[in-house]
């Protein structure tokens, strides 16, 4: 019988030392909204954020790790405590700021941008009977239902690459999500997508995401912030990432080289042409 | 992984066939396959509980006390009928919360357990569970429903050793205490065994909800990895792959089940050696 005893309490034990203050800031990231936040080959979580997020903690002097939490659970999670706060492509709207605080936005407000498939034409002005995909519980799906739901079919995914897949096996005649994400997915689709129209001004620029009560942590994540905005971390990690911008400090030596390097390609596309 | 190959292997292969060796090979894909661990660290240390529960119910249910007797027929009849999916989930949770309830009485103020709307009252109160936890929480409750199937199997299996065997033990001047543990319980498991490997069959099939609690197992990175990547950055490019990576999940439970019923059966014939009353 005492054999059988010990590796019970041995189990047990693991139990009875459970940890309860949080001794390292946990950071909550999706994992699947690259190039914010995605798996990388070796399975880790890696992009902007993770980048950034590293960059502020080693800067406000914490202790922190990044675990994926699914997307639509990010928030109530958050609140239930299982991590401290969320870097994972969120915009600040007034909805989420009734149950979550933010911090400073550490990424500038961009376009939300329609995708299709290349060569479908739209008229977006008066969009009728199409099927548009979206991310579930983002701004995009929002105003989706606000001003576009009216004679359209509005498809909400619970992953972006969902939504992408979608898109590209035609299920979806459009699809709503944030340039930042898009860009890529569009620039390496060999043609096959393209955008369509201008693009729309959704939500606020990004942020972390904090109980409301953590004012302490909000204080040193906004001091991290300010810092690196100003010194130039933030842009050249948005540069690294996002390749085109936007940035921060209006002219920053990276911004400049992005903008020729960019305008070289323009110009040698249309010679070529 | 590429490199530490010999060339001669890959010189087999043409460059798209490298490729997806490098692919089937990175560091996402190891992880995926070390997961394993995660379903076979679940499968057995559950069916150590389910065992010890069963052990312990069907005592239980043949104690010469009504009250225990009571317990134990409550126990395998109430159980048994609850899939094992809301006890994976509502067994963590329950033991999660009501350890966080007692500790925010002691830690939390008066006015933050009154209010309404948060769980836990107060951060202090907070209990983080890793992986590990979850993945003891998750073999407990396995093994609290498995457990009440193997307390009938038992029950059943103490029922059907010969009253005859018994009978000469005593006649040969063996204690009580010895015909109890050295013939009945011996011979039991003769008759238990079959009905044991249906139940670890079966365990084995619950493995897969393990992801439900955020143990990141095979099922979870399979689901993963075959999610769809249109970001050349994050890894090769390709669409929705999850009907070929469930397939593998397909193929590694048929060969686990094989070969448990190998194991199960190498089992019984070491159990009933020297024992012609049991048919085969």
């Known amino acids: 019988m005492k054999k059988f005893i010990l590796p019970v309490a041995l189990a047990l034990s693991v139990l009875a030392t459970p940890a309860f203050a949080a001794d390292k800031v946990r950071i909550a990231t999706e994992g699947a909204y690259a190039p914010w936040n995605f798996l990388d080959d070796d399975g880790k979580l890696a992009g902007f954020e993770i980048d950034l997020g590293n960059a502020l903690c080693a800067e406000a002097k914490l202790d922190c790790e990044f675990k994926a939490n699914e997307w639509d659970s990010i928030i109530p999670n958050l609140i239930a405590g299982n991590y401290d706060i969320i870097m994972a492509g969120m915009s600040v709207t007034a909805e989420r700021k009734q149950k979550i605080a933010f911090s400073d936005e550490y990424f500038p407000v961009t376009k939300s941008m329609m995708a299709a498939e290349s060569g479908k034409t739209f008229d977006l002005d008066n969009l009728k009977g199409a099927k548009i995909g979206v991310q579930g519980a983002t701004v995009q799906a929002d105003w989706l239902n606000a001003n576009l739901a009216d004679g359209n079919t509005i498809k909400s995914f619970e992953k972006p690459d969902q939504s992408v897949a979608d898109l590209m096996a035609g299920n979806i005649d459009l699809l709503l999500a944030g340039d930042g994400y898009l860009d890529e997915i569009v620039a390496s689709s060999k043609g096959k997508l393209e955008f369509v129209g201008p693009g729309y001004d959704i939500g606020g620029g990004v942020a972390i995401g904090m109980r409301q009560a953590d004012k302490e942590l909000a204080g040193k994540f906004n001091a991290a912030i300010a810092t690196l905005k100003a010194n130039g971390t933030v842009d050249s990690l948005i540069k690294k990432y996002f390749k085109k911008g936007p940035y921060y400090t209006s002219i920053t030596l990276d911004g400049l080289k992005a903008e020729i390097e960019a305008l070289t390609a323009r110009v040698k596309k249309l010679e070529s042409k | ?280």
Not at chain 2, 72 to 91: E, K
Not at chain 2, 239 to 260: A, E, K, R
Request: charged letters at 10%; aromatic letters at 18%.
């Open chain 2, 1 to 280: 992984m590429l490199d530490i190959l010999p060339e001669w292997f890959l010189s087999w292969f043409s460059e798209d066939g490298q490729e997806m060796i490098a692919y089937l090979t990175n560091g996402k894909h190891l992880t995926w396959y070390a997961s394993v661990r995660y379903t076979l660290i679940a499968a057995v240390l559950s069916a150590l509980f389910a065992i010890g529960f069963g052990l312990i119910g069907a005592a239980l249910k043949q104690s010469g006390f009504f009250l225990f007797r009571w317990i134990g027929n409550f126990y395998t009849s109430i159980v048994r009928g609850i899939p094992d999916i809301l006890f994976i989930l509502f067994f963590p949770l329950a033991i999660e919360q009501g350890v966080e309830y007692f500790i925010a009485k002691s830690k939390c103020t008066a006015e933050q357990l009154s209010a309404i709307g948060t769980w836990p009252p107060c951060q202090e109160a907070q209990w983080f569970l890793t992986t590990n936890d979850y993945l003891f929480m998750a073999c407990l409750s396995l093994g609290l429903v498995y457990g009440a199937f193997a307390a009938n199997v038992i029950y059943g299996a103490l029922h059907a050793v010969p009253k005859g065997q018994l009978e000469a033990a005593s006649a040969y001047g063996f204690s009580q205490k010895q015909v109890f543990w050295k013939f009945k319980i011996r011979q039991m498991w003769v008759y238990a065994l079959p009905g044991l490997s249906n139940i670890w069959m079966l365990l084995i099939k619950a493995t897969s909800f393990l992801s439900l609690l955020q143990v990141t197992d095979i099922v979870y990175w399979a689901g993963l990895l075959g999610a769809a990547n249109y970001f050349p950055r994050a890894g090769m490019v390709h669409p929705n792959w999850n009907f070929q990576y469930y397939f593998v999940l397909f193929v590694f439970y048929i060969i686990l089940t094989m070969l448990s019923e190998r194991f199960f059966n190498m089992l019984q014939n070491k159990a009933s050696r020297g024992m012609s009353v049991v048919e085969q």
